[in-house]
Protein backbone atom coordinates (compact mmCIF):
# COMPACT_ATOMS: atom_id res chain seq x y z
CA UNK A 1 0.00 0.00 0.00
CA UNK A 2 1.42 3.47 -0.87
CA UNK A 3 1.10 5.83 1.89
CA UNK A 4 1.74 9.40 0.24
CA UNK A 5 5.07 10.59 2.38
CA UNK A 6 4.87 13.99 4.39
CA UNK A 7 1.02 14.25 2.87
CA UNK A 8 -1.73 15.43 4.77
CA UNK A 9 -5.24 15.29 3.56
CA UNK A 10 -7.17 18.76 3.54
CA UNK A 11 -11.43 18.75 3.56
CA UNK A 12 -14.41 21.00 4.60
CA UNK A 13 -17.28 19.47 5.55
CA UNK A 14 -20.92 20.51 6.53
CA UNK A 15 -23.80 18.14 6.70
CA UNK A 16 -22.12 15.03 4.95
CA UNK A 17 -23.08 11.95 7.07
CA UNK A 18 -24.82 10.94 3.49
CA UNK A 19 -24.05 12.38 0.09
CA UNK A 20 -23.77 10.95 -3.41
CA UNK A 21 -20.24 9.25 -2.60
CA UNK A 22 -21.49 7.45 0.73
CA UNK A 23 -20.95 9.67 3.37
CA UNK A 24 -18.15 10.94 5.51
CA UNK A 25 -17.12 7.80 6.82
CA UNK A 26 -16.88 6.08 3.47
CA UNK A 27 -14.82 9.42 2.48
CA UNK A 28 -12.23 9.35 5.16
CA UNK A 29 -11.71 5.77 4.85
CA UNK A 30 -11.15 5.28 1.49
CA UNK A 31 -8.20 8.36 2.05
CA UNK A 32 -6.45 8.08 5.76
CA UNK A 33 -4.88 4.54 4.95
CA UNK A 34 -2.91 6.68 2.03
CA UNK A 35 -2.30 9.72 3.80
CA UNK A 36 0.56 10.46 6.99
CA UNK A 37 -2.71 13.39 8.58
CA UNK A 38 -5.56 14.62 7.64
CA UNK A 39 -7.26 18.28 9.03
CA UNK A 40 -11.03 18.04 8.36
CA UNK A 41 -12.80 21.41 9.11
CA UNK A 42 -16.38 21.28 10.27
CA UNK A 43 -18.69 24.24 9.24
CA UNK A 44 -21.35 24.24 11.24
CA UNK A 45 -23.05 20.37 10.74
CA UNK A 46 -26.39 19.47 12.03
CA UNK A 47 -26.87 15.74 10.27
CA UNK A 48 -24.54 14.21 13.10
CA UNK A 49 -21.70 14.31 10.89
CA UNK A 50 -19.69 16.05 13.44
CA UNK A 51 -20.31 13.01 15.91
CA UNK A 52 -19.06 10.24 12.84
CA UNK A 53 -15.73 12.85 12.51
CA UNK A 54 -15.35 12.30 16.20
CA UNK A 55 -15.74 8.65 16.39
CA UNK A 56 -13.12 8.84 13.71
CA UNK A 57 -10.88 10.65 15.45
CA UNK A 58 -10.65 7.72 18.04
CA UNK A 59 -10.09 5.11 14.85
CA UNK A 60 -7.50 7.11 13.35
CA UNK A 61 -4.74 8.71 15.50
CA UNK A 62 -3.85 10.95 12.88
CA UNK A 63 -7.47 12.47 11.76
CA UNK A 64 -7.52 16.14 13.35
CA UNK A 65 -10.92 17.74 13.56
CA UNK A 66 -11.87 21.37 13.92
CA UNK A 67 -14.44 24.18 13.56
CA UNK A 68 -14.70 26.94 11.48
CA UNK A 69 -18.36 29.14 10.94
CA UNK A 70 -18.93 28.82 7.24
CA UNK A 71 -18.00 32.04 5.57
CA UNK A 72 -17.09 30.72 2.16
CA UNK A 73 -15.83 28.06 0.64
CA UNK A 74 -12.17 29.82 -0.26
CA UNK A 75 -12.36 30.89 3.76
CA UNK A 76 -12.83 26.97 5.12
CA UNK A 77 -10.52 26.05 3.17
CA UNK A 78 -8.07 28.54 3.99
CA UNK A 79 -8.49 27.10 8.03
CA UNK A 80 -7.83 23.40 6.54
CA UNK A 81 -4.22 24.62 5.31
CA UNK A 82 -3.87 26.77 7.90
CA UNK A 83 -3.60 23.48 10.28
CA UNK A 84 -1.20 21.44 7.89
CA UNK A 85 2.11 20.04 9.78
CA UNK A 86 3.53 18.46 6.20
CA UNK A 87 5.20 19.54 3.23
CA UNK A 88 2.04 18.29 1.41
CA UNK A 89 -1.53 19.07 1.20
CA UNK A 90 -3.43 16.98 -0.48
CA UNK A 91 -7.29 18.79 -0.98
CA UNK A 92 -10.42 16.68 -1.62
CA UNK A 93 -14.19 17.60 -0.96
CA UNK A 94 -16.13 14.88 0.81
CA UNK A 95 -17.93 13.36 -2.11
CA UNK A 96 -14.93 12.75 -3.96
CA UNK A 97 -13.14 9.49 -3.82
CA UNK A 98 -9.38 8.49 -4.73
CA UNK A 99 -9.34 4.71 -6.14
CA UNK A 100 -6.11 2.50 -4.60
CA UNK A 101 -4.85 2.36 -7.52
CA UNK A 102 -4.48 6.08 -7.76
CA UNK A 103 -2.66 6.19 -5.12
CA UNK A 104 0.37 4.04 -6.01
CA UNK A 105 0.55 6.12 -9.23
CA UNK A 106 0.55 9.35 -7.35
CA UNK A 107 3.27 8.10 -5.14
CA UNK A 108 5.23 6.73 -7.54
CA UNK A 109 5.21 10.00 -9.39
CA UNK A 110 6.03 11.73 -6.56
CA UNK A 111 9.36 9.73 -6.00
CA UNK A 112 10.56 10.51 -9.43
CA UNK A 113 10.13 14.10 -10.05
CA UNK A 114 12.42 16.62 -8.21
CA UNK A 115 10.01 17.80 -5.16
CA UNK A 116 11.77 20.23 -3.92
CA UNK A 117 10.73 21.61 -7.52
CA UNK A 118 7.33 20.34 -7.64
CA UNK A 119 4.95 23.17 -6.87
CA UNK A 120 1.70 20.72 -7.26
CA UNK A 121 -0.27 18.32 -9.46
CA UNK A 122 -3.47 18.85 -10.75
CA UNK A 123 -6.33 15.73 -10.75
CA UNK A 124 -8.41 15.07 -13.09
CA UNK A 125 -11.76 14.37 -11.11
CA UNK A 126 -15.26 12.10 -11.61
CA UNK A 127 -17.74 13.83 -9.62
CA UNK A 128 -19.99 11.31 -8.32
CA UNK A 129 -23.68 13.37 -8.44
CA UNK A 130 -27.23 11.51 -7.36
CA UNK A 131 -27.52 11.01 -11.09
CA UNK A 132 -24.19 9.16 -11.43
CA UNK A 133 -21.03 10.00 -11.86
CA UNK A 134 -20.14 13.24 -14.19
CA UNK A 135 -17.44 13.37 -17.13
CA UNK A 136 -14.01 13.91 -15.08
CA UNK A 137 -13.02 17.71 -15.29
CA UNK A 138 -9.78 19.04 -14.34
CA UNK A 139 -10.95 22.61 -13.11
CA UNK A 140 -12.37 21.63 -9.91
CA UNK A 141 -10.29 24.06 -7.49
CA UNK A 142 -6.49 22.46 -9.18
CA UNK A 143 -3.87 21.85 -7.58
CA UNK A 144 -5.13 19.03 -5.49
CA UNK A 145 -1.84 18.24 -4.15
CA UNK A 146 0.57 20.71 -3.60
CA UNK A 147 3.47 22.09 -1.73
CA UNK A 148 1.37 23.65 1.41
CA UNK A 149 5.02 24.96 2.86
CA UNK A 150 4.82 27.37 -0.15
CA UNK A 151 1.86 29.97 1.13
CA UNK A 152 -0.88 28.66 -1.19
CA UNK A 153 -4.23 29.76 -0.31
CA UNK A 154 -8.00 30.04 -1.62
CA UNK A 155 -9.81 33.61 -2.59
CA UNK A 156 -12.38 34.63 -4.01
CA UNK A 157 -11.90 35.32 -7.73
CA UNK A 158 -14.19 36.12 -10.42
CA UNK A 159 -17.18 35.92 -8.28
CA UNK A 160 -16.80 32.09 -7.55
CA UNK A 161 -15.25 31.42 -4.65
CA UNK A 162 -12.49 28.67 -3.74
CA UNK A 163 -10.25 29.19 -6.66
CA UNK A 164 -6.23 30.07 -6.24
Sequence with gaps: MAVLKDTSLCAIVRDEKMNPAGGVERFLRCHLPYVEEAVVVDTGSVDGTRE???QMTKEFSHLKVYDTK????????NVSLEKVKTKWALVLDAD?????????????????VNS???????????????????????????????????????MNKGGRDGEW
Design 52 to 54: ILD
Design 70 to 77: FEGFAQAR
Design 96 to 112: ELIEPASFERVSDGLKR
Design 116 to 154: SKLEGLKFFMQRITHSGPVMPDSSLHNPRLFNAQLGFRY
